[in-house]
């Protein structure tokens, strides 16, 4: 529990000048929480956060929300569902590439999960991705940023009701690729911009690419420019 206050100046009866402190209490917000100065050891909570996202994404409770507080992570593979996953308010969270995973985060065989204010940033494997998601539905990425991919933004194959909505995608091969199975995908408002790198020769510098769809995908809203080959091999 946090206390602030607001102090009151008021007059007694008599003229004389008095103070009173008003506090005002607030409630840390409600969820799990996982901290770089944290341990897996630890309940997941404010004070004694877990340490690692895929420990974390493991054991938050069913329907909750984990909040990542500030700083660096490395990604996790998950067929979690009924989960949310976003920044703590105020502060800037990263999830970077770690080296030897394709997908810096996967989503397999899950339902209704949600990623928001997030950075996903420097996965430099070939066919790389921030955030690759299969055989899976109801699944909204929101207003996080995917930068620095030699790969692939956000990939989905075989999706039913997935919202890519509101992200900042820049400084990779292919912003947004769909795959095969695309039930109600919605691609919204997303700014996808100086996506110029190389993944291969036939899907390099691209926005959003639609990769033998089968099923209605709306894309709308979205701003896009300065995704073109700049004939620098990576």
Do not use: C
């Amino acid at each position: 529990v946090v206390a602030n206050g607001l102090m009151g100046n008021f007059q007694a009866g008599n003229g004389d000048p008095y103070q009173i402190f008003l506090p005002i209490i607030q409630n840390p917000v409600s969820g799990s929480y996982v901290s770089n100065a944290g341990s897996d050891s630890n309940p997941g909570t404010l004070a004694a956060p877990w340490r690692t996202l895929q420990f974390a994404v493991d054991h938050a409770p069913v329907g909750g929300t984990l909040f990542a507080r500030g700083g660096e992570f490395t990604g996790f593979d998950t067929s979690r569902s009924n989960l949310t996953l976003r920044s703590y308010p105020g502060e800037s969270v990263a999830i970077r590439g770690n080296g030897s995973d394709t997908y810096t985060v996967a989503i397999r065989n899950a339902t209704n999960f949600q990623i928001t204010g997030i950075n996903f940033q420097n996965n430099q494997l070939q066919y790389s991705a921030g955030i690759f998601i299969e055989n899976s539905t109801g699944i909204t990425i929101r207003n996080n940023i995917f930068s620095n991919h030699r790969g692939f933004g956000v990939v989905t194959k075989n999706v039913t009701d997935i919202s890519i909505q509101g992200n900042d995608i820049y400084n990779n091969a292919n912003a947004i690729e769909i795959r095969y199975g695309s039930q109600n995908v919605q691609i919204l408002n997303n700014s996808i911009h100086d996506n110029t790198r190389d993944v291969d020769g036939g899907r390099s510098a691209i926005g959003i690419t639609l990769y033998y769809t089968s099923g209605p995908v709306l894309i709308s809203g979205n701003r896009l420019w300065g995704n073109h080959t700049v004939e620098v091999p990576d």
